[in-house]
T-cell receptor, first 115, second 114 residues
Framework: DAGVIQSPRHEVTEMGQEVTLRCKPISGHDYLFWYRQTMMRGLELLIYFNNNVPIDDSGMPEDRFSAKMPNASFSTLKIQPSEPRDSAVYFC?????????????FGPGTRLTVT | SQQGEEDPQALSIQEGENATMNCSYKTSINNLQWYRQNSGRGLVHLILIRSNEREKHSGRLRVTLDTSKKSSSLLITASRAADTASYFCATDRSGIQGAQKLVFGQGTRLTINP
């Protein structure tokens, strides 16, 4: 398996623009997570899905952020409009969700820079 | 809010020495996990220890868990240059089996000097 795939790997955009980050989880994994990592705040969980259904979005910073999972093999995280303080590395992770396997598998991340 | 807090924040040792990192947490947990992150990369799962376990081994890794003190330690024996990375503990606070929401600490930055 190729592991969790994220695109793009780097994104540079201007304030006010819409940004869409993409994730393909590992096939057969029931859970998908979106995280944001910054030096100041560390690794924060934004939202997670179970079987394509959003379970907890309490970490989404504000209405400018939205996430979807239209099917088991694809998810997007959208920021509209983007702001400089959104600059961070965004990680997608997936997990089998089975009783004997709670570990999460992380993608390589998308480094977002908003100028 | 942070659930896990790693200590120390940074650790620098010579190759071949053992490295010990600690993690403290605040609420009851189901599981505690340790992850490694190399610079510019995603996190990689190392080991999971359940709340009813006290010690677990995986290769050169040894993890202990003391639920009475709400703390865990990660020991890396015979360190190598390739072990240079940041190490994070993550706890699952949910009482719902399989809910899997993890809260990560700020990490320990480990540097192995050749």
């Amino acid at each position: 398996d190729a592991g969790v795939i994220q695109s793009p790997r780097h994104e540079v955009t201007e304030m006010g623009q819409e940004v869409t980050l993409r994730c393909k989880p590992i096939s057969g994994h029931d859970y998908l997570f979106w995280y944001r990592q910054t030096m100041m705040r560390g690794l924060e969980l934004l939202i997670y899905f179970n079987n394509n259904v959003p379970i907890d979005d309490s970490g989404m910073p504000e209405d400018r952020f939205s996430a979807k999972m239209p099917n088991a093999s694809f998810s997007t995280l959208k920021i509209q409009p983007s702001e400089p303080r959104d600059s961070a590395v965004y990680f997608c992770a997936s997990s089998p969700g089975k009783e004997t396997s709670y570990e999460q598998y992380f993608g390589p991340g998308t480094r977002l820079t908003v100028t | 809010s942070q659930q896990g807090e790693e200590d120390p924040q940074a650790l620098s040792i010579q190759e071949g020495e053992n490295a010990t990192m600690n993690c403290s947490y605040k609420t009851s947990i189901n599981n505690l996990q340790w992850y490694r992150q190399n610079s510019g990369r995603g996190l990689v799962h190392l080991i999971l220890i359940r709340s009813n376990e006290r010690e677990k081994h995986s290769g050169r890794l040894r993890v202990t868990l003391d639920t009475s003190k709400k703390s865990s330690s990660l020991l890396i024996t015979a360190s190598r240059a390739a072990d240079t990375a940041s190490y994070f503990c993550a706890t699952d606070r949910s009482g719902i089996q399989g809910a899997q929401k993890l809260v990560f600490g700020q990490g320990t930055r480990l540097t192995i000097n050749p």
